[in-house]
């Protein structure tokens, strides 16, 4: 399993107040969540007035996939022009992981009485 996760660092300008700013940010966490289905949150710059860190997160089994959905998602960001995106990074992390579920989607496990009969 493959975990993305990105963070973009934006600077809203003309927020005088921190309702204001959240309201900006708001606005781009909702945008960015209902366009591309990620979990995204503001992770840092809570108690500043014009600027923000967003957290963004995907997983999938492609790394390509994972890290082409986070970053259309930054450029997303910066396309919508509520905010300056000052800076962004993504990093990915693989995340080994095993089944006992045999080669086909969706097989059950080998009952173990069965096959000793």
Do not use: C
């Not at 970053?71 to 006992?100: G, W």
């Amino acid at each position: 399993m493959i975990v993305g996760a990105a963070v973009v660092e934006i600077f809203v300008h003309g927020a005088q107040s921190l309702k204001a700013k959240r309201g900006v940010v708001r606005s781009i966490v909702q945008r960015v969540r209902n366009r591309f289905n990620l979990s995204v949150a503001e992770v840092g710059g809570q108690d500043t007035w014009q600027r923000a860190l967003l957290g963004l997160t995907a997983a999938g089994n492609d790394a390509r996939v994972v890290r082409g959905v986070l970053e259309r998602a930054l450029d997303f960001v910066e396309e919508l022009h509520l905010a300056e995106v000052v800076s962004s990074d993504v990093e990915l992390v693989e995340l080994p992981y095993q089944t006992d579920w045999g080669t086909e989607f969706g097989a059950e496990p080998a009952d173990e009485e069965a096959a000793e009969e």
